[in-house]
């Protein structure tokens, strides 16, 4: 067999055994904890519910990684900034969502708060039961500081995870984030029965609008194509183990989003991202049709049924506009 090529030129990688705290052990959390322990590392999963405090967990270790959603962010890194984080180590940032009073991403918060850390986007096509039962999978970490994107790269890569490295991080964030909003999106269209074509031109159509968004905030065309924004999107949008995919098929079938969302139990970030893309998108004036009819759906302003008509109705138009 020959080795693949790429890999002579691919510089050595630390393989030693870190310490990593990873905050929330929420499904997500636990998934990345279970995948740096096969890998040898020693991992203190934090709670807020249970086990050591912020303080404990955090001492002398190599790597943070934030697997909190989204409406804990803020208040768990305030209680950082209270402590003292080792010096200089990377944070991993692995939530999917946008904060409803800055209208800015989980990245962009933990740059704010901690100018002095490099921070890596870790995003990809990773439903964490299939992570859970050793399935393979693959992901994108991503940072303006390679070095610190190819650490942890090592942390978690082995032959069941792959683990990509990007220079893209607001991409790499935004394709994971936006993705929960088509999900609800393409729930909806599935507990329709509305059929395969449909479910193709939404994503297709989808796809068009997240670039649009995407690429004003800052993130990369080709980085959308990738796994963090492709893939997520086939992924979450394909699965009923996806909660956002659940919250659009429960609304299909004619539940309440209350009645959905206690049914479901978890986080479905989608929900409060739909509501903060809205308000980023008439700020800033772009068009978001498909996630403008999320948002009415979810807001009560709308029926399922209405919303398929509204963007079936829309003004004809080209496919792509020549440049
Ligand atoms: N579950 C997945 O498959 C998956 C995969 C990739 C990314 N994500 C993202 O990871 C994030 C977490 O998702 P999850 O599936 O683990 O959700 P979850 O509901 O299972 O867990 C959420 C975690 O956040 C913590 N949390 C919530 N509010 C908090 C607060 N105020 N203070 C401190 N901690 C708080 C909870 O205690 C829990 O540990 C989300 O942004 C999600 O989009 C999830
Ligand atoms: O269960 P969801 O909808 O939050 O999706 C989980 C992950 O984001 C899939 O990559």
Redo the contacts with the bound molecule.
Sequence with gaps: MTQDSTSLSQPPVPHQPLTLAI?????????LAQLARYNGHTVNLW???FGNSLEESINAVDVLVS???????A??AQQLQTLKLPEKIPIVT????LDPDSTRT?SQLWGNWFPQHPIVVL??P????E?EQGLPAATVVASENLEAAKIVQTVFASNRFRVYTSSDPMGTELG??LK?VIAIAAGVCDGLQLGTNAKSALLTRALTEIIRIGTHLGGKTETFFGLSGLGDMLTTCNSA???NYRVGYGLAEGKSLEQVLTELG??A?GVNTTNVLIEIAHRERIPVPISWQVYQLLNHQITPQKAVEALMERDLKPEFYDR
């Design positions: 905050l929330g052990a929420g499904a997500w959390g636990s998934a709670s807020r519910r697997a909190i959603s989204m409406r804990g962010v208040v768990t692995a939530t999917k969502g989980p995003s990809g990773n439903l964490s039961a992570i994971g984030t929960n183990l996806s909660r978890s986080t970030e």
